[in-house]
């Protein structure tokens, strides 16, 4: 069944949930987010949604994981689809795959338009809005493909720019969308309850009376993404939920969790209140994390109700030397299927993890997931901290939080208020520094803002892009400061956090070969990987080693690592770092100097990080580097 025929078939007081998923950057991701799609399959969604990043850039990923979705987990799968500056060919290709794959769903996006006129894409002239996909997709499958379209509940903005946001001005383009045949709605994120029933009641009165809206939302997992996501997607935040994160808990990591999963909660019984039951779909942007939407599930008397409370389908395991048994084994269908890393023993009959079923939906299963406990919980949990790029890269949830893939996450007239016209070195290592100082609030590769302990290295950072060492990340080393502290601190209270130093760089082949190279050589405190745009690697560290720069010592649980340096996520990183060279050369026309200069740095320097494992001294990794 398409989406649109499982939503119409539901009885008049059934309500539903869909989640998204983002293919994972590394390999093990990608196998370790499958077995959290079997286990959120716990939680009954109506179906799965799968992002298509930025230019179609992780299309073969995307198709693989749909297909795998579709064939083997036997879940409802929603496919992504971008269609501004691709060529024509890679959309056919994905639509054909798709529906070979029996996969009914599309979600039909616009996604980012090229940054000039020089930089289209030749065959791809048919596509420049959302609309036009729709009425491809209709024209080529007729009704095989049942075809989703984005709204946005506080109004559609480009870039940073959103004094132009307007509801009302984003109407006609979404009548558009229906009228060429867009079956259901999905909205971006939001936190505004009041807005999203202004925009609901407008679609109402204006568009359609029973297409099917799914209110987007996205779990707060850390107070800082929390922020972040809200900025990039232009959502504004009540002060009655800002209210709701003061400072002293705005560190820890589980308090913000928690008082999150209250947040999302209040807002789906709040629609489906004041809606009389017209929404009841909620899709939740997963970030490829499973514990928070677990806790909202269950939580939730509104949610919870969709799940079976059958007793006899599941044994959570509370025995650390227990493996979870499972009294029902439903060999029709893998979608139920719990995997399990490591059989300790009594493995019953079976020869892998693969054979285990379980009975979907649980009760048990949720509660498990969301409270960590037993086999399930710790297989669900072990990933729940911080997961950006300095993450493990073995989560699911490793690298960006939004999924799309290198890409510029400001207007092309905003970025050029930023970093101007660079023509030499000297200008491009001007930016760095400004950044450095404040004076600049985004680069290419962060539009964060500096972090409070950056200031306890500005100095030494300075220094080194004035030298021409371009820095993107790094953190200053700390010997057991409390859990609380205002710049070191993080997680529950009670505990002590560590860091290692370490600084990310782009330098010249020269530089590298003939100054610093030697440095790190010298000195048996430093290690370092190193990469290039083509794809060259080295390191003075062991093979597929991997290094804790930051981690916590808390009561009652184990030693917590939440900034992680390895050779996969270095890998991964280093070609979209490079990329972010040619995104940024695309704000120029070609051949200009701004243009050549950024193409050379991307051809010819390295990308370094330097990890200092003295972590006790404080000046060891700036004065090695400076001296």
């Not at 009425?135 to 499958?141: N, R």
Request: with cysteine.
């Amino acid at each position: 069944m398409s989406i649109r025929e499982k939503i119409d078939s539901l009885k008049e007081d059934d309500v539903f949930i869909s989640l998204e998923f983002f293919p994972p950057k590394t390999e093990s991701g990608i196998r370790n987010l499958l077995a959290r799609m079997e286990r959120m399959s716990a939680m009954n969604p109506l179906f799965v949604t799968v992002t298509w990043g930025a230019g179609g850039s992780t299309a073969e990923k995307t198709l693989s994981l749909v297909q795998t979705c579709q064939r083997e987990m036997d879940l409802t799968t929603c496919m992504h689809l971008t269609c501004t500056n691709i060529d024509k060919s890679i959309i056919d290709d994905a639509l054909a795959k798709a529906k070979a794959a029996g996969v009914r769903n599309i979600l039909a996006l616009r996604g980012d338009p090229p940054r000039g006129e020089e930089y289209f894409v030749p065959n791809s002239a048919d596509f420049s809005h959302a609309v036009d996909l729709v009425k491809y997709i209709k024209k080529q499958y007729g009704d095989w493909f049942c075809v989703g379209v984005a709204a946005y509940p506080e109004g559609h903005c480009e870039g940073a720019d959103s004094a132009n946001q307007s509801v009302a001005k984003d109407l006609p383009y979404l009548k558009e969308k229906v009228d060429a045949g867009a079956d259901f709605i999905i909205t971006q994120l939001f936190y505004d309850v009041e807005k999203f029933l202004t925009f609901e009641q407008m679609v109402r009165n204006n568009i359609s009376k029973d297409i099917p809206i799914l209110p987007g939302l996205m779990p707060i997992n850390t107070y800082q993404l929390f922020h972040r996501a809200a900025k990039l997607s232009h959502a504004s935040i009540p002060r009655s939920i800002l209210d709701r994160f003061p400072e002293s808990i705005q560190n820890d990591d589980d308090k913000v969790k928690s008082v999150g999963v209250d947040i999302l909660k209040d807002i789906i019984h709040e629609i489906y209140s004041r809606t009389n039951g017209r929404i009841r779909g909620f899709h939740f942007y997963t970030l490829n994390l499973e514990k928070a939407i677990a806790q909202i599930v269950e939580k939730s008397s509104l949610l919870n109700g969709m799940i079976e409370n059958d007793d006899e389908d599941v044994i959570m395991d509370d025995d650390e030397d227990h493996i979870a048994t499972l009294k029902t084994a439903r060999s029709s269908s893998v979608s139920n299927r719990v995997l399990v890393d490591k059989l300790q023993r009594d493995p019953v009959d079976f020869q892998d993890a693969s054979d285990f079923k379980l009975q979907a939906p649980s009760k048990k299963a949720i509660l498990a997931i969301s409270s960590g406990e037993g086999t399930l919980g710790r297989d669900a949990t072990w990933d729940e901290f911080p997961n950006g790029r300095f993450g493990d890269s073995r989560s699911p949830a490793y690298g960006e939080i939004d999924g799309y893939g290198p890409s510029l996450k400001i207007a092309t007239e905003r970025a050029y208020e930023l970093w101007g016209y660079p023509v030499d070195l000297k200008d491009v290592s001007n930016v760095f520094v400004g950044y450095l100082e404040g004076k600049i609030d985004a680069l290419p590769w962060s539009e964060l803002g500096l972090s409070p302990e950056t200031a306890m290295i500005q100095e030494e950072l300075i220094q080194l892009n004035e030298r021409g060492y371009l820095s993107l990340a790094s953190q200053p080393a700390c010997d057991s400061a409390r859990s609380d502290d205002k710049i070191f601190g993080w997680g529950p209270k009670g505990g002590y956090v560590y860091q290692k130093a370490f600084v990310e760089l782009f330098v010249s082949r020269d530089a590298w070969l003939n100054t610093l190279k030697p440095k790190l050589l010298s000195n048996e405190k430093a290690g370092y990987y190193l990469g290039d745009s083509r794809g060259g690697f080295e390191s003075s560290l062991d093979t597929k080693s991997s290094n804790a720069v930051t981690w916590g010592v808390f009561p009652d649980r184990e030693i917590l690592q939440t900034t992680i340096i390895e050779e996969e996520s270095f890998k991964a990183w280093r070609d979209e770092a490079f990329s972010i060279w040619l995104e940024w050369a695309k704000l120029y026309k070609k051949n200009t100097p701004s243009y050549k200069l950024l193409q050379q740095i991307h051809d010819d320097y390295l990308l370094v990080t330097v990890v200092c494992h003295d972590y006790r001294n404080e000046t060891g990794l700036w004065d090695l580097l400076l001296e």
